[in-house]
């Protein structure tokens, strides 16, 4: 994020949340905030999905086209899942 930022690039944050209390991805769970270098910023856009991938229940495609968005960077905490999932989407 550091690096888009300060090459002008917007970055945009994806969270993953689960219904389940019990998950360490619930809202209010310890495992839920993410770490310090993934904080979004002031004027970053957050989506919050459900899925695995990004664009299946968020409206991200849409951000993307509405901001002339049409190259992406993707990184994430588990690459062989949301990561995997959300490019092939």
Request: hydrophobic letters at 45%; charged letters at 15%.
């Amino acid at each position: 994020a550091k690096a888009c930022r300060q090459a002008g690039r917007p970055v945009i944050h994806i969270r993953h949340a689960e219904a389940d209390p019990a998950s360490p991805l619930y809202p209010v769970a310890s495992g839920y905030p993410p770490m310090a270098c993934a904080q979004a910023l002031p004027g970053e856009a957050l989506f919050v999905k459900r899925s695995s991938s990004a664009f299946a229940t968020t409206p991200l495609a849409a951000h993307l086209r509405d901001q002339g968005l049409s190259h992406l960077y993707v990184v994430d905490a588990v690459a062989g899942f949301c990561v995997n999932s959300t490019v092939r989407s």
